[in-house]
């Protein structure tokens, strides 16, 4: 019996197919049920970790609504049906209320809400709302398709509500319109399939993720009772966690095998991402609000977001609001609304505002109240150009004199020697604040590619050590240039628009620095160019070690440590240098762009006096240049990516 056993699972995991895999498995793999009743369905939320988790955040930001009542386009403040939705009953908070709402729209796709009191129907107070369990109800509809009553069915016997003490609210079935459909019905066998496989892992682990083997009896059958007294004897011997490891001794002619899962077998466990896309797709819940950044790039975390709540949520409480609406505002000249969750498109209010100004359409106030700030004064007109201006031709002053009239009218600060000397002072100290924040980063980012490379280079990590192109096997170009730049342009964000604010103090403007598209896309070509610039010096530096290792027949073990000696380097002295580099270079570009939009008719350049300064930038200081002109060195601002690196690394200097 135990041979054929034997010769039926060897036959079975040499077999790639899952169809064969199935008949062993603890599930059958394409079956699945297609009939589900209520209890199903909020099983299935239950127990199924994606259906549970996308539901509950569906429900979450439902439960969040904040109800607006309206007559015509004026908010009604003192209503006292409105109070009744924000605080439904005494057992329960309006938020959870209608959070359960919506988990019991998404399980069962129908809701029953009975009006305890009398509502604006007849003209009575409403004096609270219940939410029955949708799987326990069960309504009763005319010939016209009207409902008559609904009939709670419990433990404790039946409760009948009729048609005007009930709100029925509910998704309707195509096959039966008058009752509601399932959010989950579509996904009946991605659910199944997430249930089954978790089920599947789970009894994996438990066994140690492989059958642990078979006994072989040679000669002649055992009978029941010699075969319960070995397994007693083994179990009791052998089977216990702190006995595993233990030589096994049979008597007789026996012989024991051990038997594992093959890969083909485990990696069906690679389904359960598909089941995850399915539920996401299903419910239109974002991977990111779940939690999971797999595949989440920084940039758009804040797009999916905003995509939830408009595509999702909003359509939602658009369906709830008009039910509620229908049943207790009707025939009053009153409109039940809710405030819409949608947050503000930041980065398109900018470019609106950006586009506005300068095609002469929009106003500096109606671009402050975009940005959510107060008026002020003279700020109603739309500034052109003169040459754009009706009337009176006027003769255009070149730039030269324009300038020279603006320098007259606005006396820079820095252009006193002993204001230069107290503004270097306090640039220095916010210099370095900002750069230990990003040498730190830096050296972090440096650590954790270290740790990867070598996790690379480890006899388990599928790579043949002794490759001779190993490095380019073992430091991934395209991924180590995208984490980079993850990791450092949010910072380098930040740091920008604080040197823009810091410009602000220092010329005593009231204007409000802006983020706008170009300086956003200066950011993100910068940090790019960054990220490959740093990686491509750390990758020459490797690869000569990798080589000469190679060369020298060295273990994996003198490999690793020159991994380590190379990062360690890098560590003293080029996350120094990286960091004070981009650091100031990001401060110097939001300085430069504060002034133009604070429109600054001219720019100072800065040096700090001590022997480390270079000697074009001892020369530039107190030097004065139109905004968009470059200063004796060839620079638009200190630390200009576009100048040399002979002019930039380590520049201290400011503007």
Same mark, same amino acid.
């Given at each position: ?218 000669h002649a059958n055992l009978t029941k009772e010699q075969l319960t007294t070995l397994k007693a004897q083994y179990e009791d011997q052998y089977a216990t966690a702190s006995k595993s490891g233990k030589p096994l001794f049979l008597g007789g002619d026996s012989e024991y095998q051990k038997m594992g899962l093959t890969p083909t077998e485990l990696s069906y466990l690679e389904t359960k991402n598909v089941t995850l896309e399915d539920i996401l797709m299903l419910t239109g819940v974002p991977k990111v609000i779940l939690g999971s950044f797999s595949g989440i790039k920084y940039d758009n975390a804040d797009a999916a977001i905003r995509i939830f709540l408009k595509e999702t949520i909003k359509p939602l409480l ?216 740093? /990686? #491509?010096?750390?990758?020459?530096? +490797?690869?000569?070690?990798? !080589?000469? @290792?190679? &060369?020298? =027949? $060295? *273990? ?71 905004? /968009? #002109?470059?200063?004796?060195?060839? +620079?638009?601002?200190?630390? !200009?990516? @576009?100048? &040399?690196? =002979? $002019? *930039? ?7």
């Open positions: 019996m135990f041979e054929q056993i034997r010769k039926q699972f060897n036959k079975i995991t040499s077999t790639k197919s899952l169809e064969t895999l199935a008949g062993v498995l603890p599930f059958n793999i394409g079956e699945y049920k297609t009939d589900w009743g209520k209890a199903d369905y909020l099983r299935a939320y239950e127990i199924s970790i994606y259906a549970n988790k996308c539901i509950d955040k569906r429900a979450d930001k439902v439960g969040e609504i904040e109800f607006a009542l309206f007559k015509g386009d004026e908010k009604v403040l003192n209503d006292p049906t409105m109070e009744i939705l924000k605080n439904p009953n005494k057992i329960i908070s309006g938020e959870k209320f209608w959070s359960l709402v919506q988990r019991y729209y998404d399980i069962f796709g129908e809701v029953y809400l009975v009006k305890e009191g009398k509502d604006s129907l007849t003209g009575h107070k409403l004096e609270s709302l219940h939410v029955l369990r949708p799987d326990q109800c069960t309504p009763k509809f005319n010939i016209n398709g009207e409902l008559v009553n609904v009939t709670m069915k419990t433990g404790k016997g039946e409760t009948v509500w009729q048609a005007d003490q009930v709100i029925y609210y509910w998704n309707p079935d195509p096959k039966n319109p008058l009752r509601g459909m399932s959010l989950l019905r579509a996904g009946v066998r991605a659910i199944e399939t997430g249930i089954q496989i978790d089920e599947y892992h789970s009894k994996v682990l438990q066994n140690g993720g492989r059958i642990e083997g078979v006994f072989t009896f040679k658009n369906s709830l609001t008009r039910r509620l609406d229908s049943s207790l505002y009707p025939d009053k000249g009153l409109t039940l609304t809710f405030v819409d969750p949608t947050p503000e498109d930041r980065e398109q209010t900018l470019k609106e505002i950006e586009s506005g100004i300068k095609n002469y359409y929009m106003t500096t106030n109606e671009a402050r109240v975009l940005s959510g700030l107060d008026p002020i004064d003279g700020g109603d007109v739309i500034l052109r150009p003169m040459n754009l201006v009706t009337g009176e031709e006027v003769e255009e002053p070149t730039p030269t004199k324009a300038i020279e009239v603006k320098k007259k009218a606005f006396v820079h600060p820095l252009s006193d020697y002993d204001n230069r000397r107290a503004y270097e002072k306090i640039a220095i100290k916010r210099l370095n604040a900002e750069e230990k924040k990003v040498e730190k980063m830096t050296k972090t980012y440096f650590k954790d590619q270290m740790n990867r490379l070598i996790d690379n280079v480890s006899p388990e990590a599928k790579h043949v050590f002794r490759k001779k192109d190993l490095i380019a096997e073992t430091f991934n170009m395209q991924v180590e240039v995208k984490l980079a730049k993850e990791t450092f342009l949010p910072v380098l964000t930040e740091i920008l628009k604080d040197s823009g604010v810091n410009a602000r103090t220092l010329l005593g403007s009231d204007f409000s620095f802006m983020l706008t598209s170009d300086i956003a896309s200066w950011l993100d070509a910068k940090s790019n160019i960054f990220a490959e610039q740093i /990686n #491509d010096t750390t990758f020459k530096k +490797l690869k000569g070690e990798f !080589d000469q @290792s190679f &060369s020298e =027949g $060295e *273990t994996r073990t003198q490999l690793v440590e020159r991994i380590e000696s190379t990062y360690g380097d890098i560590s003293k002295s080029r996350a120094e240098t990286i960091a004070r580099t981009e650091t100031n270079g990001v401060m110097q570009k939001g300085t430069f762009e504060a002034y133009k939009q604070a429109n600054l008719p001219f720019k100072v350049w800065v040096t700090v006096g001590d022997d480390k300064v270079r000697a074009s930038h001892q020369i530039a200081d107190g030097e004065e240049r139109a905004l /968009n #002109d470059s200063f004796s060195n060839g +620079l638009m601002f200190p630390s !200009d990516p @576009s100048g &040399s690196a =002979g $002019e *930039t690394i380590n520049c201290r200097c400011v503007i």
